[in-house]
């Protein structure tokens, strides 16, 4: 399942995580490399496997 960047945030409220993940919030972290998830892009829109997204998340618990 791939996720557009401007649902990415409905998606991490999902799991109950609800800040931190504003479109251009997203795009900031991407430009900066502190989002690394890979992506395909249609047009001008990013899209997100789900588990990838689930990975970084994972990735980001164990280093905080």
């Not at 399942?1 to 479109?23: C, E, S």
């Amino acid at each position: 399942m791939y996720i557009p960047i401007y649902q990415v945030q409905d998606f991490m409220a999902k799991l109950g995580i609800a800040r931190g993940f504003t479109i251009e919030t997203l795009r900031k972290n991407r430009r900066n490399g502190k989002f690394k998830v890979p992506y395909i892009k249609v047009g001008n829109t990013p899209y997100f496997k789900d588990k990838d997204i689930l990975e970084w998340l994972e990735k980001q618990s164990k280093d905080g």
